[in-house]
């Protein structure tokens, strides 16, 4: 392990501090973008105030900015000179992540201006809201997702099956336990003092997220291996030293490079195994999706949102 791989540690506490300051400015940024989502703005310009509005209120990018519409789900990141502008009738993700030294605030709300869609949206933020109510020491995160689905089904929609929420670690953003977001059969006691990205999802389609070609979305898979161009090599040390393992866009490597140049490395870099392609997720086409999601901390008797 090189010494970018080694992350600072920090005590209890010290990671409970870091936690709600990525939630206040996850949250600072939310009020701040939220006026700004409108019929005509560009997804990249979006994607960029948040960024740099992050940045500004001194936390990091725990992942690019997610701005998925209408059928897809998530993993829409504006790629590099993304021409894409918010329409009329579209249902609008809007789902960022801010670090503190590795410890995240993950959230998420969605935006519409056809009031078609409000009962959809609202579908999933009750959802959310009665997953926050339930969670405490103990509980089991099936139990949660039961709640989930029942809520996003009483308003007639289905929840999507293969998106859940997860467990957060320092630069670890989905931990090995998952809050689905429907009924199953086994599930996994929750503990004080641990930390859950929490999301629902509401959909007038089939309830599946299914991968498209598309992939705008990328993180670093920490093995060795080697790579034959110098460019390649640069590139690596630019994510092992920027975004560690966590995801990151082309367009974060773009201040100092072409994009022919970031394109050429990530080619190689995808074909030595070196990067996981996150792939643009959609439920079918013609379809609606709505998201709602907050960052928690587990408490003694219930959980405390950092997000909001
Ligand atoms: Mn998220
Ligand atoms: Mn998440």
Same mark, same amino acid.
């Given at each position: 392990?090189?010494?970018?791989?080694? !992350?600072? #540690?920090?005590?209890?506490?010290? /990671?409970?501090?870091? &936690?709600?300051?990525?939630?206040?400015?996850?949250?600072?940024?939310?009020? &701040?973008?939220?006026?700004?989502?409108?019929?005509?703005?560009?997804?990249?310009?979006?994607?960029?105030?948040?960024?740099?509005?992050?940045? /500004?209120?001194?936390?990091?990018?725990?992942?690019?900015?997610? *701005?998925? *519409?209408?059928?897809?789900?998530? !993993?829409?990141?504006?790629?590099?000179?993304?021409?894409?502008?918010?329409?009329?009738?579209? *249902?609008?993700?809007?789902?960022?992540?801010?670090?503190?030294?590795?410890?995240?605030?993950?959230?998420?709300?969605?935006?519409?201006?056809?009031?078609?869609?409000?009962?959809?949206?609202?579908?999933?933020?009750?959802?959310?809201?009665?997953?926050?109510?339930?969670?405490?020491?103990?509980?089991?995160?099936?139990?949660?997702?039961? *709640?989930?689905?029942?809520?996003?089904? #009483?308003?007639? &929609?289905?929840?999507?099956?293969?998106?859940?929420? !997860?467990? $957060?670690?320092?630069?670890? =953003? !989905?931990?090995?336990?998952?809050?689905?977001?429907?009924?199953?059969?086994?599930?996994?006691?929750?503990?004080?003092?641990?930390?859950?990205?929490?999301?629902?999802?509401?959909?007038?389609?089939?309830?599946?997220?299914?991968?498209?070609?598309?992939?705008?979305?990328?993180?670093?898979?920490?093995?060795?291996?080697? =790579?034959?161009?110098? $460019?390649?090599?640069?590139?690596?040390?630019?994510?092992?030293?920027?975004? #560690?393992?966590?995801?990151?866009?082309?367009?974060?490597?773009?201040?100092?490079?072409?994009?022919?140049?970031?394109?050429?490395?990530?080619?190689?870099?995808?074909?030595?195994?070196?990067?996981?392609?996150? @792939?643009?997720?959609?439920?079918?086409?013609?379809?609606?999706?709505?998201?709602?999601? @907050?960052?928690?901390?587990?408490?003694?008797?219930?959980?405390?949102?950092?997000?909001?």
């Amino acid at each position: 392990m090189s010494e970018n791989e080694r !992350h600072e #540690k920090f005590t209890k506490e010290e /990671e409970l501090e870091r &936690y709600k300051k990525a939630g206040s400015i996850h949250r600072q940024v939310t009020e &701040y973008i939220k006026p700004h989502v409108k019929v005509g703005v560009k997804l990249i310009d979006l994607c960029e105030m948040i960024e740099s509005k992050i940045l /500004e209120l001194g936390g990091k990018y725990a992942f690019p900015t997610n *701005i998925s *519409i209408n059928n897809l789900a998530a !993993h829409y990141s504006s790629p590099p000179s993304d021409e894409t502008v918010i329409e009329e009738k579209d *249902i609008v993700k809007i789902d960022f992540g801010v670090h503190v030294d590795g410890y995240i605030a993950d959230g998420a709300f969605t935006l519409t201006f056809n009031q078609e869609y409000n009962s959809l949206v609202e579908a999933s933020e009750e959802a959310l809201n009665k997953a926050i109510e339930a969670i405490k020491p103990k509980v089991k995160t099936n139990e949660v997702g039961k *709640i989930i689905e029942e809520t996003i089904k #009483k308003y007639g &929609y289905r929840p999507i099956r293969d998106l859940s929420g !997860h467990i $957060l670690g320092q630069y670890n =953003l !989905h931990g090995a336990k998952n809050i689905p977001n429907i009924k199953v059969p086994f599930g996994k006691e929750i503990f004080e003092g641990e930390v859950y990205a929490v999301e629902t999802f509401a959909t007038t389609g089939q309830g599946y997220a299914h991968e498209t070609p598309y992939v705008y979305i990328y993180s670093l898979i920490p093995v060795r291996a080697p =790579l034959r161009s110098q $460019l390649a090599r640069t590139v690596l040390k630019k994510i092992m030293d920027e975004f #560690k393992t966590l995801p990151f866009s082309q367009r974060w490597l773009l201040k100092d490079m072409t994009l022919g140049s970031v394109k050429l490395a990530f080619r190689e870099l995808v074909n030595t195994g070196l990067l996981h392609q996150y @792939h643009v997720l959609a439920d079918v086409k013609g379809s609606y999706v709505s998201q709602a999601e @907050h960052t928690l901390i587990v408490t003694r008797d219930g959980c405390e949102v950092t997000t909001r």
